[in-house]
């Protein structure tokens, strides 16, 4: 459902130029659950962006679901965005001075697709599978790192995406906490069959993956498998 061919993004500075992505092709199939590994500064939150159709590369496509992301006009690509993808950050990125249930309610409102009462008990629905049923009423800062966490997955899903997108979602988290967010992840793919792309430069969570990428100075390495 997801592809990239040739991408290369160099980042410019006056004279100096960083090449931050050298040429990767990666392909990502419906429902899989597959994570990219590697050091800080190796490329991995870039390629996401890339992928995600949150930053143009300097060459190359992204094709998801037969749509090519950067020749769409940025208003198009704004609504497929909307409309397919989730993203998970590793700081959460949520209002402070909104509830839980109104953090996950504002992708939907803002894509306008039903009243706001649908979107609220849906909103609720999500937050209740995920196990803040009595958060909803809390703000961020009433809230455990994990609980924000959560609340961010159910924004992420509230558009029913087809594909989530995580950017170090674990990394500012407790080892304890992170492995239960990971189990969350995996069971979004297993169980709801949702496409789930990880970047993590932890090797434990990137092998939870039923696949597994390496991306190091930019390159990405031949597709890896998690041992049994």
């Known amino acids: 459902m997801l592809a990239a061919k040739g991408l290369h993004k160099i980042y410019k500075n006056g004279a100096k130029e960083l090449h931050v992505l050298k040429g990767i092709d990666f392909e990502v199939e419906k429902g899989s659950f597959v994570s990219v590994q590697g050091a800080s500064g190796a490329g991995k939150t870039t390629l996401l962006h890339l992928l995600g159709g949150l930053d143009r590369p300097t060459k190359g496509q992204v094709i998801l679901d037969r749509h090519d992301l950067y020749k769409l006009g940025d208003k198009e690509r704004a609504s497929l965005r909307n409309k ?18 109104e953090n996950v309610m504002l992708p939907a409102m803002i894509k306008g697709a039903e009243n706001k009462k649908t979107i609220r008990e849906h909103a ?5 599978d995920l196990g803040l049923a009595d958060r909803v009423g809390h703000k961020p800062s009433q809230l455990s790192g994990g609980e924000q966490q959560r609340v961010a997955i ?14 170090e979602p674990t990394g500012n988290l407790d080892s304890k906490t992170g492995e239960e967010i990971c189990d969350l992840l995996c069971n979004l793919s297993k ?38």
């Open 84 to 101: 397919k993808i989730g993203f998970v950050f590793q700081f959460y990125h949520l209002l402070a001075d909104f509830t839980a249930l």
């Open 191 to 228: 169980e709801k069959g949702r496409t789930v792309v990880i970047v993590t430069h932890e090797k434990s969570i990137a092998q939870r993956a039923e696949k597994i990428y390496n991306i190091k100075d930019g390159v990405l390495s031949n597709e890896a498998h998690p041992p049994k």
């Open 124 to 128: 609720q629905k999500i937050l209740s």
């Open 154 to 167: 159910a924004r992420a899903l509230v558009n029913e995406p087809e594909i989530l997108f995580c950017d």
